[in-house]
């Protein structure tokens, strides 16, 4: 590895900090998502269901409390910095700056605490990469204009970014201003605060979201340089290669096509300006989209780095047959490939895939890559020793890993790698507690309850060895 390569863990704040409405924040677009795993999956795709019922609803909300990293978030920086990391994935929760998003000045207590949290994370000498936006909008925003199918969020969000670059000057030096950028097409009322109403052209209120989040993305990457020169502004993909299921040309052009579902947007961002088949795809679809001039001259901002979670790759097929056999992924439908294994919540196990990513994303692009999301969601088990042995988690990693290495092999520029995640936290599909990721255990359980002890799994150790040997 190179010697200033980032080895980290990611983090994302709505899934850990919980203090939902401590010290002037405001409500988040994840607040209103509830546990029940029924009404959550109507959420998650449209949100009309998560305000109307909200004041009303009896739920539990996960997220309310998440694991209640704002009061604890000293002791779990020093735990995570414990691994050996040089680096940290941490998100900001706009509704802690601005509570509805419409306020002239930032709320200070808001920006107190994450003042302090990127302190400590200096401290222990880990460089933090900060996402601007991780499935997160204040809920007036999303009351008043409808989320980001208003151009009016392009400068809500540039006036946070405004206080952000600023306050944290000569302190965040990697920024990414969306997470998984894509996720709008499918999961909208997490990637942009969307609902829908009956007959309504989805796909044409999806991409005209994600064209002002471009915008405003471009726009951000402007400011972010402006302020400092030495910022690096990213942009992030939820990636995984799709593959045709077979050799017949029809299952190759739909792979094809439905890999430029998530280029689509990189392609935007990394060479500044819509690529040539948006037209077709547009035209096919009968979506019309309010583009001024001004925004292709904005989408000339292009990114310093493409950045990119990876957990599984996917498989397309024309033939409606095969295309049945389903399995889950990471909200991306996908047919099941026979060659791969699947974890305890369906998504496909392929490290081969990640080298396979890797390498056509940099093909594309040449531009150096950042891992910032990979790991093994799983039901972990506490002993009454108080141990969790995670060795299908340390498989996972270590073949994923190995993979990475390969694809430098391969050539691709690689500047860091955040494993998903440090902690156990809140899952952002399915709000379950018992989809764990993390290093650290975190005893809580679906319905909140625990005592919020923190043990480091065998995953930990494991890891905080591998670095020793590899970093
Ligand atoms: C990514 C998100 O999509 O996947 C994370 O950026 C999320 O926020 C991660 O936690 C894993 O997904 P899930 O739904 O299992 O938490």
Redesign the pocket.
């Given at each position: 590895m190179k010697k200033d390569f980032l080895y980290g863990v990611?983090t994302?704040a709505?899934?850990i900090e919980g203090a939902y409405a401590v010290d002037g924040k405001g409500l988040s677009m994840a607040d209103l998502l509830p546990a029940n795993k029924k009404k959550r999956f109507s959420c998650v795709q449209d949100g009309s269901f998560a305000l109307a019922n909200y004041d009303t609803q009896q739920e539990y909300y996960p997220t309310h409390n998440a694991i209640d990293f704002y009061h604890t978030y000293k002791d779990d920086i020093r735990l995570l910095a414990g691994l050996g990391i040089n680096s940290i994935r941490i998100s900001i929760m706009w509704s802690r700056i601005f509570p509805t998003g419409e306020e002239n000045e930032p709320n200070e207590a808001g920006l107190t605490f994450y003042k302090s949290v990127v302190d400590e994370c200096l401290k222990y000498g880990l460089e933090p990469i900060v996402t601007i936006s991780?499935?997160d909008i204040p809920v007036h925003l999303i009351k008043k204009y409808g989320g980001w199918a208003s151009r009016k969020m392009i400068d809500a969000y540039l006036k946070l970014c405004q206080v952000l670059f600023t306050t944290f000057k000569n302190k965040v030096h990697y920024w990414i201003t969306f997470?998984?950028i894509n996720?709008i097409l499918h999961l909208p009322f997490v990637g942009g605060g969307l609902c829908f109403k009956e007959g309504e052209n989805k796909e044409q209120k999806m991409y005209q979201a994600a064209h002002y989040q471009l915008v405003a993305s471009s726009a951000a990457t402007n400011l972010a340089h402006q302020i400092d020169p030495k910022n690096n502004i990213g942009c992030?993909l939820?990636a995984g290669e799709v593959y045709p299921f077979s050799c017949n040309p029809d299952d190759i052009l739909a792979a094809l096509q439905k890999n430029r579902e998530q280029y689509f947007f990189s392609d935007i961002q990394v060479r500044g300006y819509y690529p040539s088949y948006a037209r077709e795809l547009f035209d096919q679809k009968q979506i019309k989209l309010d583009i001024l001039p001004e925004d292709n001259e904005i989408l000339k901002n292009t990114v310093d780095f493409v950045s990119l979670?990876y957990?599984s790759s996917r498989c397309v097929s024309v033939d409606p047959k095969i295309q049945q056999n389903i399995t889950n992924g990471?909200?991306f439908a996908s047919v099941k490939n026979p060659y791969l294994d699947v974890s305890d919540?369906g998504?496909q196990i392929d490290p081969v895939g990640f080298r396979i990513t890797l390498n056509n994303l940099y093909d594309r692009y040449q531009k150096p890559l950042m891992v910032v999301?990979n790991?093994l969601?799983a039901m972990d088990k506490l002993t009454s020793e108080q141990e969790v042995h995670d060795t299908y988690r340390i498989d996972y990693l270590q073949k994923h890993l190995s993979a990475l290495q390969d694809s430098q092999k391969d050539g691709v520029d690689l500047i860091g790698y955040m494993a998903?995640?440090g902690i156990d936290?809140?899952?952002?599909?399915?709000g379950?507690m018992s989809?764990r990721?993390g290093f650290l255990y975190v005893d809580y359980d679906n319905s909140g309850q625990g005592s919020g002890k923190r043990v480091k799994k065998d995953s930990y150790f494991w890891f905080k060895n591998w670095l020793t040997k590899n970093s």
């Open positions: 990611g994302s709505s899934q991780h499935f997470n998984e996720m992030m939820a979670s957990y990471n909200a919540w998504w999301e790991g969601g998903w995640s936290s809140v899952s952002a599909s399915t379950e989809k990721y």
